[in-house]
T-cell receptor, first 114, second 112 residues
């Protein structure tokens, strides 16, 4: 079964600090790795994504680092703000005969303390 | 504004009842998906559909059914065969040429 393992389950960071969330995958056929941000009672929203031919992608305070040989990727949130307090999910896309589908990690609840 | 509308926001089901969750999108997306979210388990795929009148089982399809009679609509029925239906249900869509999903706001289903 395709799996994406995410850690930690939760983390607390001070305002201005760096939040780091890690994900590992097994299926080398995965071809797209997005991160989603979810606030309580809402649907997830696409935050940033990367393809396996790129080792790093940065958008504002959010950076994805990708290590293809280790089958790992991570999200770094720089200068964390209280408004970043949310649950973050990594995911991986698998293409098949029946179409594309995302497999999600278990999620990380981030709390940024003022 | 384009988007995905899920209704109702909250739904209560009695034991042995079938209930249907609505998902409508006006984004002209071809692919639509249903995920179930439980605390600590992330999102798990129930069913997905790439085109009208065709759909595929995901990882946890047992106890659920779907239809795709229109491009804009992908309703999910939670049948009485689903023994533990209490969860947050999320619908998503994407163009076939793109992998980034757009999610709805979800339906929280509770068995009473």
């Amino acid at each position: 079964q395709q799996q994406v393992k995410q850690s930690p389950q939760s983390l607390i960071v001070q305002k201005g600090g760096i939040s780091i969330i890690n994900c590992a995958y097994e299926n080398t056929a995965f071809d797209y790795f997005p991160w989603y941000q979810q606030f309580p009672g809402k649907g997830p929203a696409l935050l940033i994504a990367i393809r396996p031919d790129v080792s790093e992608k940065k958008e504002g305070r959010f950076t994805i680092s990708f290590n293809k040989s280790a089958k790992q990727f991570s999200l770094h949130i720089m200068d964390s703000q209280p408004g970043d307090s949310a649950t973050y999910f990594c995911a991986a896309n698998g293409a098949g005969a029946a179409g594309n589908k995302l497999t999600f990690g278990g999620g990380t609840r981030v709390l940024v303390k003022p | 504004d384009g988007g995905i509308t899920q209704s109702p926001k909250y739904l209560f089901r009695k034991e042995g009842q079938n209930v249907t969750l609505s998902c409508e999108q006006n984004l002209n997306h071809d692919a639509m998906y249903w995920y179930r979210q439980d605390p600590g388990q992330g999102l798990r795929l129930i069913y997905y559909s790439q085109i009208v009148n065709d759909f595929q089982k995901g990882d946890i399809a047992e106890g659920y059914s779907v239809s795709r009679e229109k491009k804009e609509s992908f309703p999910l029925t939670v049948t009485s065969a689903q023994k533990n239906p209490t969860a947050f249900y999320l619908c998503a869509s994407t163009p076939l040429s793109h992998y980034g999903y757009t999610f709805g706001s979800g339906t929280r289903l509770t068995v009473v």
